[in-house]
C-alpha cells in the first residue's frame, strides 16, 4: 500500500509538472498585455517597459518559466500581479468558501442522488422508477447558471426565504449547494439505478430472498455495498471539481471561492494567479485519485495493490 502510495505521489509529481508548462505557454498566448491592463490606456512606453521589466516579462519565456518553477520547488506561486500580494496568500482566503460550498453541495448531492437511485432500482420499471429517471435527465440537461437563477427567483425573489448572493454565511449557502447538489444528484441517481439494477438481478440476491431475507438488508448489505465502488469514484471526482471551483455558480452567486478568483485572474491577465489557481486545482485532483485509490481496497478486499505494481 506505501509503494503504491509513493508511486501514485510520484507520477502526480509529473503531472503537476506538465500542467504547469502546458499553463504557462498557453496563457502567454492569450491575447492582451497584463501591464497596459494594470497600468491603463494612458501609459507611455517608458511606463510601460519599465513595469515591465520590474516583473520580469521582458524575458524570453525560458527565462520566466525557469524562474518560475524555481520557486514552486520552494513552495512559491508567485505573486499577483494585480493585487501585489503572493498567489498562496490569495487561495488561503479564498479556499475555505469553495470547501465550505463544496462540502455542503456533495452532501446535497449523495443524499438525495444515491438516494434516489436506490429508490428507482427499488420499485424498477414502475411510475416511480419512470419520474425519478425525468428528473436525473432533466437534471442533467439544465445548465448551472439557468438553475442557479431560477433557485434565485423562487428562494430569494418571490418567497424571501434565503439572501440572493454575496455572503458566506450559512444561510447564503444553501441556494449555491442547492444548485451544484441537485446538478451532480442527476448523475448520481442514474449510475446508482444502474448499478443497483444488474446487482439485484444476480443469483445470490435471488437466494437471498428465496430464503426471506428483508428486502432492506438486501437492498443495503448486499446489493448497495457493491455498488459503492463506481459511486465513490465519481463522487470523488465530483468533488475534487467542486473544491477547485465551480465557476458559474459561484459567479451566479457571487461566491468568493477559488472560481471566482479563477476567472477575476483571467479577466486581468494575472499569470501568475492564473498558474497559481490551475496548480491548485491539479493538485487536489492528484490527492482525491490517490484517496480514491486507496478506498477501493477497503471497500473491495479483491484489490491486489501488489499486482497491480506488477502490472504497472
Known amino acids: 500500500m506505501t509503494q503504491f502510495i509513493l508511486k ?24 492582451g498585455d497584463p501591464v497596459r491592463i494594470m497600468l491603463g490606456q494612458r501609459a507611455t512606453v517608458e511606463q510601460i517597459e519599465a513595469l515591465r521589466e520590474e516583473l520580469g516579462l521582458n524575458k524570453p519565456l525560458v527565462s520566466q518559466y525557469v524562474s518560475y518553477a524555481s520557486g514552486l520547488i520552494q513552495g512559491d506561486l508567485g505573486t499577483s ?57 432533466l437534471g442533467m440537461a439544465l445548465p448551472g447558471f439557468w438553475l442557479g437563477l431560477l433557485v434565485i427567483l423562487v428562494f430569494s425573489v418571490h418567497l424571501g426565504w434565503f439572501p440572493i ?19 451532480m444528484a442527476t448523475a448520481l441517481s442514474r449510475l446508482t439505478r444502474a448499478g443497483m439494477v ?20 438486501i437492498l443495503l448489505r448486499h446489493a448497495f455495498r457493491n455498488v459503492m465502488i463506481p459511486i465513490v469514484a465519481v463522487i470523488g471526482l465530483e468533488f475534487a471539481g467542486l473544491l477547485g471551483g465551480a465557476v458559474i455558480v459561484e459567479q451566479v452567486f457571487n461566491w468568493p471561492g477559488i472560481g471566482t478568483l479563477a476567472i477575476q485572474a483571467i479577466s486581468s491577465r494575472d499569470f501568475p494567479m492564473i498558474q497559481g489557481t490551475t496548480l491548485f486545482i491539479g493538485a487536489i485532483y492528484v490527492v482525491v485519485v490517490i484517496v480514491i485509490d486507496v478506498l477501493y481496497a477497503l471497500l473491495d478486499p479483491r484489490i491486489n495493490f501488489s499486482a497491480k505494481r506488477e502490472g504497472a
Open 8 to 31: 501514485r505521489l510520484m507520477s502526480g509529481v509529473v503531472v503537476l509538472f506538465g500542467l504547469s508548462v502546458f499553463t504557462f505557454m498557453l496563457i502567454h498566448f492569450i491575447p
Open 81 to 137: 500581479l494585480k493585487t501585489g500580494r503572493p498567489v498562496s496568500t490569495e487561495i488561503a482566503e479564498r479556499f475555505p468558501a469553495t470547501a465550505k460550498m463544496a462540502v455542503a453541495s456533495l452532501g446535497v448531492a449523495v443524499i438525495v442522488g444515491v438516494g434516489l437511485g436506490v429508490i428507482a432500482a427499488r420499485f424498477k420499471d414502475t411510475f416511480i422508477d419512470g419520474m425519478i429517471m425525468m428528473f436525473s435527465t
Open 165 to 183: 448572493a454575496g455572503g458566506t454565511g450559512l444561510l447564503d449557502i444553501v441556494l449555491p449547494a442547492l444548485t451544484l447538489g441537485t446538478l
Open 198 to 217: 444488474e446487482i439485484l438481478s444476480n443469483d445470490y440476491i435471488r437466494t437471498a430472498r428465496a430464503k426471506g431475507m428483508g428486502e432492506r438488508i
